[in-house]
């Protein structure tokens, strides 16, 4: 019988495969041996099992999981289903490639502001915006600062004049919030061109909540702001308010506008509200304390479409070229309130992947937008 067999280290010569992996997957019921010596235990195979050795050889190399493997070398000639196994594996894949470059791309970016840290500009500038766009876009962002005082550098909002806009930017590290308006930068006292500070001034979120409460009041159609050397001050009309900036380092929020999405989806703003607001959500934990939340999973279909998952309990999306993103459910519907000042009709979502952030924005008010940092699934 042995002269019409494979020895186990014949096998494992010819095809690649090590005489202990051999054995590992004789263990594991996926390639066993034709016959073994009950005296020696010696394994020997067949001369057809070379090619399934081969094979194996191969699934290995691409890492295809055990069950995989198993599932491609038991699959009935004829049927579909080996192939179909690789192409889901494919897939899984190239998502995990677009999470690793998009990681990649957010470390690099964390690397440079580390090299590069984006500062307060000290120099004073003076700029005139609208009361009524800035209200609303104090509306737009003041959700999501952060309200720990042990992170004075999220206790407020960036305040960042960049040429005809004023953009400000707020977040708790779990969601960051977007907002722009026109402005004009005062000249100089000595008549030459203003200049454009290079980062912004941080407004604590008192200072903010005051200067909200002074736009209210509807006393002026223009306010003048000034910004820069540690102090924040603000005149409507008659009335003035100031106080001091903090001298720390805000966080470089260009490492996530930068960040390119692979789907954009356009949903009727109400009706999206509506199913997140009324829709299934499983409990996970997220933040730092490991506190427990409501979380939406959204389903993007492999055909365009996004939905709120009925079943966010699933292990894996009902499809293999379905994405799967779960998102804190009470950020995602402050997002939706924050936004819904100009009572959009749609609501553009943007994203790239299960692990990326989540982007929300509405036509028309381009830099006016939200972005949610996603929960990994277990």
Do not use: K
Request: glycine share 10%; hydrophobic share 45%.
């Amino acid at each position: 019988m042995e002269s019409e067999l494979h020895s186990i280290g014949a096998l494992a010569r010819a095809s690649g495969l090590g005489v202990g992996t051999l054995r590992y997957y004789d263990g594991a019921e996926v390639l066993t041996p034709a016959w073994v010596d009950p005296q020696t235990g010696y394994r020997w195979y067949r001369p057809g099992q070379l090619a399934d050795a081969r094979l194996l050889a191969r699934l290995r190399r691409v890492g295809l999981p055990l069950t995989g493997i198993r599932a491609v070398l038991g699959a009935a000639p004829g049927s579909g289903e080996a192939r179909r196994v690789l192409d889901v594996h494919l897939r899984r894949l190239e998502d995990g490639l677009a999470d690793a470059r998009r990681e990649l791309s957010l470390i690099h970016a964390m690397i440079d502001q580390r090299e590069q840290p984006m500062t307060t500009d000290p120099a004073d500038i003076r700029l005139t915006v609208p009361a009524e766009d800035l209200a609303a876009a104090l509306d737009a962002v003041r959700f999501a600062v952060c309200g720990d005082p042990e992170v004075p550098a999220l206790a407020g909002v960036l305040f960042e004049p960049d040429g005809p806009v004023l953009r400000l930017v707020a977040t708790d590290r779990y969601r960051m919030a977007f907002a722009e308006l026109p402005a004009v930068v005062a000249p100089a006292a000595s008549g030459a061109p203003p200049e454009q500070p290079t980062a912004g001034t941080i407004v604590p979120t008192p200072l903010v909540d005051a200067l909200r409460a002074l736009l209210g009041s509807g006393t002026a159609a223009e306010v003048v702001l000034t910004l820069g050397g540690g102090l924040v001050r603000a005149e409507a009309g008659e009335h003035r308010i100031e106080g001091a900036a903090p001298d720390v380092d805000y966080p470089d929020h260009r490492a996530v506008t930068r960040l390119e999405p692979e789907h954009r989806i356009a949903l009727p703003a109400a009706g999206l509200r509506a199913a997140v607001a009324a829709g299934a959500t499983r409990t996970l934990p997220s933040g730092p304390d490991g506190a427990d939340c409501a979380v939406t999973v959204l389903t993007l279909t492999g055909d365009g479409r996004l939905t709120v998952a009925d079943d966010p309990a699933a292990d894996a999306p009902t499809a293999p070229e379905d994405v799967r993103l779960a998102v804190n459910r009470d950020f995602l519907l402050d997002a939706f309130d924050a936004l819904d000042a100009g009572r959009p009709e749609q609501l553009l979502l943007e994203l790239g992947g299960p692990i990326a952030p989540l982007a929300i924005r509405t036509p028309g008010r381009t830099g006016t937008f939200n972005v949610l940092m996603p929960i990994r699934l277990p």
